[in-house]
């Protein structure tokens, strides 16, 4: 029976073609709310392994300020405003 890995360290399996690939969960999106998943790839299950341990430290050590602000910005670029054309003046 396979191991258990704990919460937040992601999952590890063996592809088809051959290649091991790590997956998981970079955050959630601020609107919708869904897990974005990732995943990383390698030929040996233990270089997935590092990967996947150092992906996740550098993921969680991201500033998170960063991604509101970006979250800010496309969610005014979706409002009626920005689709407003300065010559028609109409909107």
Known sequence: MAKKRANG???IRKRKDGRWE???TAGHDPEMGKAIYKNVLGRTQA???EKLKATIKETQSLDQTTSIQISETSRWKRSPLWNCR??????
């Open 9 to 11: 360290e992601g999952s």
């Open 22 to 24: 790590g997956r998981y």
């Open 47 to 49: 270089e997935v392994k």
């Open 86 to 91: 300065s010559s028609t003046r109409n909107c």
